[in-house]
């Protein structure tokens, strides 16, 4: 499996079906796999916190989603094929369990949210087992990861906000009785209808950023703002970088 180095992140640069077809070959050696998508505001925050940057790097396979991410990789030479979306990898893989008869867990969101999200997948994909599920407000970690590991999921999507939900998988990997892990932050929103998601245009040319902030300007506005300004001087820093080792190296 390919992997590249970006703003001191490890990364995976595959294809969405390259990335399924990994994913699926673990589940079916039965082997623990934790999965993580990186974005413009997690490599940035990354930098500052410490517990984060060691739950995404060590992730077994680190999707670039983020169509920032994508262009500022090429930029300094790096080979992307196509950014791949969390929630576009959840539904492949959703829709591949139900074929197969992987059961799953879902974790996260309000209960409304969630008991809608299970409704609307069992309608959208008819053999899918869910296995088992939860809202994301607990405060008692070690019984969820009980219920976890009881369940017989071989799957498990964790729709919790950053870095809370890189953090628990990292934590409790090793006791979830799962064979695949992935966080999905706010999929079972969209998934449940509570949040809208961008037109498939703008999911094209990477503006889902600006959709958001569209939709909760006071929220987002301030966000992106920081984070997309912070990312634009680190891939300033490594341009110049790249430049000023190519011109060295010509020299010699």
């Known amino acids: 499996m390919k992997e590249v180095t970006f703003l001191n992140c490890r990364m995976h640069p595959l294809t969405m ?11 079916e050696q039965q082997r623990f796999f934790q999965h993580v998508v990186v974005n413009v505001a997690k490599l940035v925050n990354m930098r500052s916190d410490r517990n984060l940057f060691e739950s995404v790097n060590d992730s077994d396979l680190i999707n670039i989603d983020g169509q920032g991410v994508v262009l500022g990789a090429r930029a300094v030479g790096i ?17 591949m369990s139900s074929k197969e008869g992987f059961p ?3 974790l996260g969101a309000e209960q409304s949210v969630l008991v809608k999200t299970k409704e609307v ?6 053999n899918l087992i869910i296995a088992g599920s939860h809202h994301g407000y607990f405060d008692d970690e070690k019984e969820i990861v009980a219920q976890v590991r009881a369940s017989g999921a071989k799957l498990m999507f ?26 999905v932050g706010g999929t079972f929103d969209v998934i449940a209808g509570k949040v809208k ?12 950023w600006l959709y958001r902030v569209i939709q909760e300007p ?3 506005f301030k966000r992106y703002l920081v984070t997309n300004t912070k990312f634009a001087l680190l891939l300033l820093k490594e341009v110049m970088l790249k430049e000023l080792l190519f011109k060295n190296y010509k020299n010699k």
């Not at 077809?21 to 589940?27: G, L, Q, T």
């Not at 080979?79 to 829709?95: K, M, N, T, W, Y």
């Open 158 to 183: 964790v729709a919790m906000s950053s870095p809370k939900k890189e953090n628990f998988i990292n934590t409790w990997k090793s006791d979830l009785g799962v064979n695949f892990v992935m966080g």
């Open 104 to 106: 799953i867990y879902l």
């Open 79 to 95: 080979d992307v094929p196509e950014r791949v979306a969390g929630i576009d990898l959840f539904h492949q893989l959703v829709s």
């Open 121 to 126: 997948l069992e309608h959208q994909y008819p």
């Open 197 to 208: 998601r961008a037109p498939v245009w703008m999911q094209k040319y990477g503006l889902e």
């Open 218 to 220: 006071r929220r987002m």
């Open 17 to 27: 079906d390259e990335s399924v077809d990994v994913i699926k070959n673990a589940i």
